[in-house]
């Protein structure tokens, strides 16, 4: 029998806190705060069983002492202290707090950590978000990853979607057990999968990240039950290093992931490094872990029926975005921001005369800082919004501060800041800038150019992988939903490194001007050479030209 949305209900035990709409019921541990059980569409838990209770839904993070170089700590946050912030029929709202002092030294990182959960009335699924607060004249520390991670179960949950076009059944995680470890512990060759449809394939986390302001839903579907298990990010307000970091989403476990904050693909330049004492606070999320179920088990492809359903409520949820239910007062809701508009042209004058409209460009706010900062910087909240055609562009939703207005343009290199920086007040305070003028780095005319200035490398020559190290998911097949991967995913097959090598034997590939292409003819990543050594050298990109 199908369940009937009703009063959210909260019941506190001594060990748990269930909360139940009738719909879904979640437990969590009392006062850790670990999501021990979810119970819907009458499977008594989507979560991996097998699993200690506190290793299954939780908050975490890893961060190091400066002196440390990044020898991380990994933190499972757990809570001290439980609070019931809200309870009525629409809404259950809980606070799992763990408090930091001088007395616990270089043992925990020095942080004040409020982990809140909240269910409300009528919605199959459960919101997150946490506080972190870092006191005046606290220790110094770096702060390197946070994030969520939900483990549903590994004998229910088989296919995982990321996308429309990347979507694919998953080995298990003994596969990864048996495979064939590779060049780094996060890929592995399959070599004996309980599936032996995937026999001969790569498994590795890396081969599914994502752009931040690509990943809003992602997730599991269980191929007994037809349940789906959801990650949705409606906002990137909280996500550092601005739209265009890469991070990881789903992958083998199962394991779904909202990221808030990582070096993922960065390193040093990234890392959150607190000195001399400074005050800082910042508030993730929420984010919302979202179930469906198909309703007809007849239906003829229940795969995408709840990818569908789960994109729905994604777009129902950024819509909502700011959200009006957290009860904290960190968080502002939809009167207390602001708006900042404009118009952003482009002046080149080796191209026109007039000003071009900076068509598609992405325009943000973010802490003030230099041309280009925002791509490094993770402190504080990220605003951005992508102009029209006529470089008009509206940046909503902004929260209480100063920032600087920043922007990248399509076809054009370098980055633009606005030069003055914009405040933000509580009140719903709307600042236009006017018309605002970009003018990109130039020395003179273009008399050639390699490839198109978009921050991307989708353009360049992308061999094909290895036979032997494939990921069946990028070789345009037809997923479940009957949509092949693009050919711009081609980039994450794994090895692809090495075929430079295999490409250009005897020496580093030589492009000449009005005579190459660059499609064909220039390699899409700078790699690194590989020798009869076993040794991996630098290698020389050569430009030349057949006119003098």
Not at 400 to 415: K, R, T
Request: hydrophobic share 35%; proline share 6%; charged share 25%.
């Amino acid at each position: 029998m199908d369940k009937i949305a009703s009063d959210v209900e909260l019941q506190v035990q001594d060990d748990y806190v269930v909360i139940d709409n009738g719909l879904v019921q979640v437990t969590l541990s009392n006062p850790g705060g670990s999501v021990t059980r979810i119970q819907y569409n009458n499977v008594d838990n989507l979560l991996e069983t097998h699993n200690e209770e506190e290793n299954r839904g939780y908050w975490d993070l890893d961060w190091s002492k400066p002196e440390q170089l990044h020898d991380g700590i990994h933190d499972r946050i757990s809570g001290t202290n439980f609070t019931v912030i809200m309870e009525d029929p629409d809404q259950v709202e809980l606070s799992f707090v763990r408090y930091w002092d001088l007395s616990f030294g270089s043992k925990s990182v020095p942080l004040n950590i409020d982990v809140r959960f909240v269910m409300l009335h009528g919605i199959p699924g459960l919101y997150s978000y946490a506080i972190y607060e870092h006191l005046e004249g606290w220790p110094d520390f770096d702060l390197d990853q946070t994030r969520i991670v939900f483990k549903p179960s590994k004998d229910k949950f088989h296919y995982m979607a990321i996308s429309d076009d990347r979507q694919r059944t998953m080995p298990m995680p003994e596969d990864r057990d048996t495979g064939q470890p590779l060049a780094y512990k996060e890929a592995v060759l399959l070599t004996n999968p309980i599936n032996l449809d995937l026999k001969g394939e790569v498994d590795d986390k890396y081969q599914y990240s994502c752009e931040n302001k690509d990943c809003k839903v992602h997730g599991w579907i269980s191929n007994d039950s037809f349940t789906g298990f959801w990650t949705i990010t409606p906002s990137n307000e909280f996500q550092s290093d601005g739209p265009f970091k890469q991070d990881l989403t789903s992958h083998v476990g199962p394991t779904t992931l909202a990221m808030f904050h990582s070096l993922h693909y960065s390193g040093e330049d990234v890392v959150l490094k607190f000195r001399d004492g400074e005050h800082w606070k910042k508030v993730f999320g929420p984010v919302f872990f979202y179930f469906n179920a198909v309703v007809d088990e007849d239906l003829e492809n229940p795969y995408s029926t709840l990818w569908e359903d789960a994109k729905n409520q994604m777009m129902y949820e950024v819509q909502s975005w700011p959200y009006q239910f957290p009860n904290s007062e960190d968080y502002p809701h939809l009167e207390q921001r602001g708006t900042v508009t404009g118009r952003l042209f482009v002046q080149d004058r080796y191209i026109s005369d007039d000003y071009i409209s900076a068509d598609s460009a992405y325009v943000g706010m973010a802490l003030p800082g230099d041309a280009g900062s925002w791509q490094r910087e993770g402190k504080g909240y990220q605003f951005w919004t992508k102009a029209d055609a006529s470089g008009c562009f509206s940046i909503n939703n902004v929260r209480e501060g100063n920032y600087s207005l920043y922007a990248y343009v399509p076809s054009f290199i370098g980055d633009y800041k606005y030069d003055v920086n914009i405040t933000i007040t509580p009140g719903c305070c709307v600042i236009d800038v006017g018309d605002i003028v970009y003018e990109p780095p130039r020395n003179g005319p273009t008399f050639w150019e390699i490839g198109i200035a978009d921050r991307s490398s989708a353009e360049f020559y992308i061999p094909d992988p290895s036979p032997n190290y494939i990921n069946k998911l990028y070789l345009n097949q037809p997923n479940s939903v009957g949509m092949p991967s693009k050919s711009v995913h081609k980039f994450r097959q794994y090895g692809l490194w090495d075929r430079y090598t295999e490409l250009y034997p005897d020496g580093d590939l030589l492009f000449v001007i009005d005579v190459s292409d660059y499609s064909n003819d220039w390699f899409y990543a700078h790699v690194t050479r590989f020798s009869s050594t076993d040794l991996y050298f630098t290698f020389t990109l050569q430009v030349a030209s057949l006119k003098i």
